[in-house]
Nanobody, 127 residues
Framework: QEQLVESGGGSVQAGGSLGLSCAAS????????VGWFRQAPGKEREAVAI???????YYADSVKNRFTVSQDSAKSIVYLQMNSLKPEDTAMYYC?????????????????????WGQGTQVTVSS
């Protein structure tokens, strides 16, 4: 069974940087899509940065030019580098992957398109 385990996150002042990692295990094939969602209190879960099939990448408008999603060559670790952080980036960040199912055919990517999730890691940005 596929598992995703996040690490990183924490607290930082506005303008600072943080990096998240997501290690995938238990799979024998690569995910069709993989990346990061976030959910702030009282808000819906939203896609932040997703590696889509065909080599495409999705970024939410609010994080473009600040966040970068990447993957190691073995496609077993997904990273999210977050720069110039803002208080509105404060949220629980979740790693997500779509194994064996279609994904990314609707933009922004929806949580329902992903069938494997990490436990989440908190990011708090203070002003």
């Amino acid at each position: 069974q596929e598992q995703l385990v996040e690490s990183g996150g924490g607290s930082v002042q506005a303008g600072g940087s943080l990096g998240l990692s997501c290690a995938a295990s238990g799979h024998t094939y690569s995910a069709n899509c993989v990346g990061w969602f976030r959910q702030a209190p009282g808000k819906e879960r939203e896609a932040v940065a997703i590696l889509l099939t065909g080599g495409k990448t999705y970024y939410a408008d609010s994080v473009k030019n600040r966040f970068t999603v990447s993957q190691d060559s073995a496609k077993s670790i997904v990273y999210l580098q977050m720069n110039s952080l803002k208080p509105e980036d404060t949220a629980m960040y979740y790693c997500a992957a779509a194994y064996g199912i279609a994904c990314g055919w609707v933009l922004p990517p929806e949580p329902s398109q992903f069938n494997t999730w990490g436990q989440g890691t908190q990011v708090t940005v203070s002003s």
